[in-house]
């Protein structure tokens, strides 16, 4: 027999066993919810670590690219294609069809021959319409080729039009720390002015990823700043000239670069040459660009460089460079 007490007795245990339940759940929810919260800040830790090694890398690795030249000559010396032939063998098919239509019984006891008639008249057209574009596709692909042969033809005689065509065409300078790129092509003479990012675009702080996994982030020295501005300018210049050397069968291309600084005469920010870099294609066929730092890669190659580690970069003399007359201007001399 259950009395009254121990039927109480059994509703107490059950509430108790469904509140145990229920602070069991929340409990867990929480701890869930807090390890959630906890992963999120730790992918946010690590793609803002990333995100920062990402930006040095396209500030200070953009030369780090296969150097491979393309081959012109033999696209120059091939053959240019022969002139298509018009058909019309789709219109042909479709007017034999047409002209062999023979309605049938059903066809003539209910008036469809005229409909069915309509239907193949109307596939004539549209046939003769799909000759007409094959044609004209043919005759696009044949022009398309005979510009390309005559394009490397002019290419390899390093005719000035010809050169600006093809860099605009093969020249890819995707995320490269650059403004803008101005080209002067000249009696076989190719110069590449770059409007290189300025100290401004320079990160001030840096973020690393703690063995916690959580996120450090500190601000940059002054110094670290100039050296970032100093490796992005090189790396730029080495991608550009080996961008140009790569696309253009020439022996050596000129690199100038300018960035706004304070002229000191005048009291005026005004573009100035800060790195001028000469480079020969052997040169770059001997390097590992892929491995390469931008600081020893420019002494390899040569280049001219004014920097300090408390201003940064500054003003080179380019009027002993027999600069072409379009980049004359009067820039003052490296302190």
Known sequence: MV????????????????????????????????????QATLDAAADAAQAYEDLLEMLTGAHREDFRRMDWLTTAIAKPPEDPAATDFREQKAMQALQAYAPGWFARTFGLAKGARRKLSEAVRIARQQDADDFADRQRTVTQRREEI????????????????????????????????????????????????????????????????????????????????????????????????????????????????????????????????????QALETVNLALAEPAPLIERLGGRLNWKRKEGLGAIDVTTLNLPPELSRDTPAAA
């Open 3 to 38: 009395t009254v007490r121990q039927f109480s007795r059994g509703v107490g245990r059950t509430m108790r066993a469904i509140e145990r339940d229920r602070q069991r759940a929340v409990r867990q929810r929480l701890l869930h919810e807090k390890a959630m919260a906890r």
């Open 150 to 281: 005559a394009l490397a033809g002019a290419v390899t005689r390093l005719e000035p039009q010809a050169v600006l065509s093809a860099l605009n065409q093969h020249v890819v300078l995707a995320e490269t720390p650059v403004e803008g790129v101005n080209v002067l092509a000249s009696a076989g003479r190719l110069v590449a002015v770059l409007n290189g990012l300025e100290i401004e675009d320079m990160p001030r702080q840096s973020t690393t990823l703690l063995q916690s996994g959580k996120a450090s982030q500190k601000a940059l020295t002054t110094t670290r700043i100039h050296e970032l501005h100093r490796d992005c300018v090189r790396s730029a210049a080495v991608r550009v000239a080996a961008e140009f050397l790569r696309v253009i069968p020439i022996d050596e291309v000129e690199v100038l670069v300018e960035v706004d600084l304070l002229d000191r005469g005048s009291g005026h920010i005004a573009p100035q040459p800060v790195l001028y870099l000469r480079v020969i294609a």
